[in-house]
């Protein structure tokens, strides 16, 4: 009943839907051999597998790992697009996350860049009030619409949909361009049976309290970051497996684009450098749609579209 009352709540908020929602990815920036930061070569490689899917992908700064300086070339090489996060907390990287876009933005046609998000998660984890986010959107915007070309480039942020839903962080939705919602039924313990039904409930909420707060439903929405891990240890009632992750993008990934919700899924490859920091042994090593190995996705991505 309450999966019913999401849909027929997602289908208010969204209207008619006249198109399948876009999919990308979330893409990690180290290489798993060695955890050195990935060249273009190394890009152009997981291209190459993720383009068969999808020509979109989601990086969370400008300046770590020379990203930008090392995935430009390859976006465009790829004909892919890009959204491109900004780390807005400490006053050096966020400094240094600045001198980057001004850097190499200029260097690629903004036809290439899908949005520029800043933040992820900076609100859920308490790291910037809502007011002093908002203040760095929009410095970040008049950043980047300060460089030619760049003009109309959406800038927004990308959060928890539960802290999207909080009144308290309005300024920030008003703020924003783009906002973009971030909704794990695993981390929120949930069996596979109600796995789909949390997902679609979550975004709905997050999806109508952004229209409502922006007091239109004509806004770029997408969801930032779902999926499900293959390994690693359970989580209350969520239990990882190849075969729960299938279901999960079967009902929840192909299904939310068939109401035409927009889609980056957390994430591309599995990323095995990456330390234990949940507490949950394993599990940030396997969110991957594919192994480490970048060759073959662990279960089928096909969504049988009506």
């Not at 990690?28 to 899917?53: H, M, P, W």
């Not at 300046?63 to 400490?90: E, H, M, R």
């Not at 008049?142 to 839903?165: F, M, R």
């Not at 690693?232 to 684009?257: H, I, L, T, Y």
Request: charged share 15%; hydrophobic share 40%.
């Amino acid at each position: 009943m309450r999966f019913a009352s999401a849909i027929a709540a997602l289908a208010s908020v969204i209207g008619c839907v006249s198109a399948i929602g876009s999919l990308g990815f979330d893409l990690g920036v180290q290489r798993n051999n060695d955890a050195g930061c990935k060249t273009t070569s190394d890009y152009l490689s997981d291209f190459a597998t993720i383009g068969g899917e999808a020509s979109i992908v989601r990086v969370y700064a400008a300046s770590d790992c020379y990203t930008l300086a090392n995935i430009l070339p390859a976006i465009k090489q790829s004909n892919f697009k890009l959204f491109v996060g900004v780390w807005p907390t400490d006053d050096a990287h966020y400094a240094a996350e600045k001198a980057a876009l001004s850097a190499y933005l200029p260097t690629i046609d903004s036809s290439y860049i899908v949005a520029v998000t800043v933040g992820s998660e900076a609100l859920y984890r308490g790291d910037l009030s809502a007011s002093d986010l908002a203040s760095r959107i929009d410095e970040i915007r008049t950043l980047v619409h300060g460089i030619s070309g760049y003009e109309n480039t959406p800038v927004g942020t990308v959060d928890s949909w539960n802290v999207l839903v909080d009144g308290a962080n309005a300024e920030v939705i008003q703020t924003a361009d783009v906002v973009i919602a971030n909704a794990f039924s695993y981390w929120q313990g949930q069996t596979m049976a109600n796995s789909s039904h949390s997902f679609f409930d979550d975004i709905m909420q997050a999806l109508q309290v952004i229209q409502t707060t922006k007091g239109s439903t004509d806004i770029t929405f997408w969801v930032g970051e779902t999926g499900w891990p293959t390994d690693g240890g359970s989580f209350e009632n969520a239990v990882p497996s190849v075969d729960n992750a299938a279901q999960f993008w079967q009902e929840s990934v192909c299904g939310m684009r068939a109401w035409g919700i927009n889609t980056l899924v957390f994430e591309a490859f599995d990323e095995s450098w990456k330390p234990v920091t949940s507490g949950i042994q394993g599990v940030e090593t396997h969110w991957g749609v594919w192994t480490d190995d970048n060759t073959s996705p662990k279960y089928s991505l096909d969504c049988a579209f009506a």
